[in-house]
């Protein structure tokens, strides 16, 4: 892999102030307002722009600075930009993992499917993910990752000169809510994914453990986002646990999970995507439709992918997933500037 490493300017952050998920299945009920897509769940392929001649944008590898922590931003950004898109993962596993895969005759990268869109793709490595080291705590809370989030938000808007959407992924998705739910000024739009946190329920508080225990990944746990027989090749899984174990051989460690107690479906008044896998046992049919109607916007929608789980977006229906986060992006997202890639004060260095 070959990537760019920039350094963005550093501007001082605003003051701002294990397993999740599970439930039972629900039968949803026809809502006028849901996108369901249709079934038909053989295997699409997203195409090859070499193909035609289309260069895929470089990798690149941007720093922002957040309260005097240093942030790692990968972003994918081509020439002919439209709208711009911030990318939150999961839980366990980094960005490039989960959003830029490289599998050998296949094509499972989330960023250059969505640069074939011609969106700015950009995605961040929570603190002590991928590329982003552990703060001074050693720990990550939805609060801290909300305020990170935020201040990526403010660095993307002003080097854009418009806002960008925001698509949070299971743990991302209830920061992407968080943030947005704090200042919807600065989205244009949220896409929530693989949404876990049911409205009806609150997390029971919990004191601060003593030490965070900075324990192994395994490979086990990298297998475990694959469930349904069928919808991914094994040479797909095979190298979604190597690029994981690489770039997160140590799991993070986040506490105060009771915090996203605080978010409500009502004060989400962005135009927001629900993407929901058919059979996602983290995010529940019934979760989804409590999350759906209490949404405090009109501009809404609700897509449900077909024979795919939590990862629909390495699946085989990862072609509907794109065009509806593409569609909705498009939609939403102001324009940027022309050359938003190419930020004021920012230096080409040797790297990766």
Known sequence: MTTTTRSARRIPAPGAPSGIGGGSRFAVGVLAAVLFVASGC??????????????????????VDSDG???????????????????????????????????????????????????????????????????????????????????V?????????AAPAVMG????????????????????????????KDPAALLPAQDDPADPPARATTEEAARSDFITPGSISDRAVDAFVAAALEADPVRVDVRRAHAFNALSPDSLTVPTLI???????????????????????????WVVLPGCDHAAHLERCMPRFVRALAGFVREVAEPPASEPHRWKGVEEVSGA
């Open 275 to 301: 993407l929901q896998g058919e059979l996602d046992p983290i995010a529940p049919s019934a979760v989804q439709e409590r999350l759906f109607r209490g949404l405090g916007t009109a501009h809404k929608s």
């Open 153 to 161: 938000l403010e660095w993307l808007g002003e080097g854009t000169g």
């Open 169 to 196: 992924w299971s743990y991302g998705s209830t920061a992407a809510h968080l943030a947005a739910q704090r200042r919807p000024d600065l989205v244009a739009g949220v896409a929530l994914y693989g949404y876990w």
């Open 42 to 63: 053989t295997a699409e392929r997203l195409p090859d722009r070499s193909a035609f001649g289309i260069d895929t944008p470089a990798l690149e590898r941007l720093e």
């Open 69 to 151: 922590h240093a942030l790692t931003v990968w972003a994918r950004v081509p020439e002919s930009a439209v709208a711009t898109v911030l990318l939150l993962h999961g839980r366990t596993w980094s960005s490039l993992p989960d959003f830029d895969l490289q599998v050998e005759g296949e094509s499972l990268s989330l960023m250059q499917a969505l640069t074939g869109e011609d969106i700015a793709v950009y995605a961040l490595d929570a603190r002590g993910y991928g590329a982003t080291p552990r703060d001074e705590t050693g720990w990550l809370d939805p609060d801290r990752m909300a305020l990170d989030v935020v201040r």
